[in-house]
Every structure is written in structure tokens, then in C-alpha cells.
């Protein structure tokens, strides 16, 4: 395995299905994949009951249906497809890089492509939309930003700024200038 990723691969945690009360969690670290319950029960034959734990190398996971099939009643079988592909060495790195990191690499793209990359995952639709990236992209397009233009994208969104074509940028820009002479003059 690449020996820059974090030891802690994957963790989620949660609860049985319905009616069961039970919290289980499953973890997958390099080496390998950890599974826990607790046992939660009015029950007096259950109160006893202390948590278990089952360890696994990614190996004996890849072949071992039981834990598998608990996996997929509990998380679902999205979860278990990506367990699979973590033991099996196929990461996601792209999903392990920073929100910044990933804003400038963003800010390269062409619009057709944020536009497609936003429909990929939720991480990338809310870094697809954010202020950051479309600030970066307007400055990047602009020779000059006047401080005016800044206030107005501070006002109305630098993705609505982006879009906004030239005259009716002008007119916002005007707009915002007779607001801020006429608050001006209103005050004593």
C-alpha cells in the first residue's frame, strides 16, 4: 500500500437494522478490516452481554462471506462495495485531497466540466458551487478587479457575477453606487 495514506482507511458507525437497537462499527485500517457491536437490549438475558469485535486481513475479508453479508444488512451494500475496493488496494485519492487542493485543480477546468464534475458526488457539487472556486475563476478571467466589482460579487455571489454579462453588471454596479450616495446623503 501506498505508504503516505493514513492508517484509519474508512470508519463508519451506526445502527442495526429496525427493530434491533444494536451499534456496530466497521473500520478498515491498512492491514485490516476491524467489525464491532454492542449489544443494546431490555431484554435481562442480553444485558450481560459485552461487545465483540472481529478482526480480519484484507486477504480472509475478500473471502469470508458472513462478515461481508453483516456489512451489507447494517451499512448497505454501497459501503461493502467500497470496503471491497479498499482491501482489494484500489483507492480513491482523489477523494483524499483537500478542499483547497481540490478548488485550484477545479479552477483549470473547463465550465462544461465543473458542470459535469458537480454531478459526481456531493463533496464536489458543494466545491463546484462554492465562492471560493468562482472567485478564482472571475479573478483569473478579469484583468482588473475594481473594488466596486468586489463589493457587488460579495453581494450578490461570485458564480452569479461570472454569469452576469457586462451591461448588467454595469447596471448592478450603478445600482449599488446611487444606494450606497443615497445612504450617504440620508444621514445626518
Given at each position: 500500500?501506498?505508504?503516505?495514506?493514513?492508517?484509519?482507511?474508512?470508519?463508519?458507525?451506526?445502527?442495526?437494522?429496525?427493530?434491533?437497537?444494536?451499534?456496530?462499527?466497521?473500520?478498515?485500517?491498512?492491514?485490516?478490516?476491524?467489525?464491532?457491536?454492542?449489544?443494546?437490549?431490555?431484554?435481562?438475558?442480553?444485558?450481560?452481554?459485552?461487545?465483540?469485535?472481529?478482526?480480519?486481513?484484507?486477504?480472509?475479508?475478500?473471502?469470508?462471506?458472513?462478515?461481508?453479508?453483516?456489512?451489507?444488512?447494517?451499512?448497505?451494500?454501497?459501503?461493502?462495495?467500497?470496503?471491497?475496493?479498499?482491501?482489494?488496494?484500489?483507492?480513491?485519492?482523489?477523494?483524499?485531497?483537500?478542499?483547497?487542493?481540490?478548488?485550484?485543480?477545479?479552477?483549470?477546468?473547463?465550465?462544461?466540466d465543473i458542470a459535469r464534475l458537480s454531478q459526481?458526488?456531493?463533496?464536489?457539487?458543494?466545491?463546484?458551487?462554492?465562492?471560493?472556486?468562482?472567485?478564482?475563476?472571475?479573478?483569473?478571467?478579469?484583468?482588473?478587479?475594481?473594488?466596486?466589482?468586489?463589493a457587488l460579487a460579495q453581494d450578490m455571489g461570485?458564480?452569479?457575477?461570472?454569469?452576469?454579462?457586462?451591461?448588467?453588471?454595469?447596471?448592478?454596479?450603478?445600482?449599488?453606487?446611487?444606494?450606497?450616495?443615497?445612504?450617504?446623503?440620508?444621514?445626518?
Amino acid at each position: 500500500m501506498a505508504s503516505w495514506l493514513p492508517e484509519t482507511l474508512f470508519e463508519i458507525v451506526g445502527q442495526g437494522p429496525a427493530p434491533s437497537k444494536d451499534y456496530y462499527q466497521l473500520l478498515s485500517i491498512q492491514s485490516q478490516v476491524i467489525f464491532r457491536w454492542w449489544k443494546i437490549s431490555l431484554r435481562s438475558e442480553y444485558r450481560s452481554t459485552k461487545p465483540g469485535e472481529t478482526k480480519e486481513t484484507h486477504e480472509d475479508f475478500l473471502e469470508k462471506s458472513h462478515l461481508q453479508v453483516q456489512i451489507a444488512l447494517i451499512f448497505g451494500s454501497r459501503i461493502l462495495d467500497y470496503v471491497f475496493n479498499l482491501c482489494e488496494g484500489k483507492f480513491d485519492f482523489l477523494e483524499r485531497l483537500s478542499d483547497s487542493l481540490l478548488l485550484n485543480i477545479i479552477s483549470y477546468l473547463d465550465l462544461e466540466d465543473i458542470a459535469r464534475l458537480s454531478q459526481t458526488s456531493r463533496r464536489f457539487a458543494k466545491l463546484c458551487t462554492s465562492d471560493e472556486l468562482w472567485e478564482q475563476i472571475v479573478r483569473s478571467s478579469c484583468d482588473h478587479i475594481t473594488p466596486d466589482m468586489q463589493a457587488l460579487a460579495q453581494d450578490m455571489g461570485w458564480r452569479q457575477m461570472y454569469f452576469t454579462n457586462k451591461l448588467q453588471l454595469q447596471r448592478h454596479l450603478r445600482k449599488r453606487k446611487q444606494r450606497q450616495g443615497s445612504q450617504r446623503s440620508s444621514q445626518p
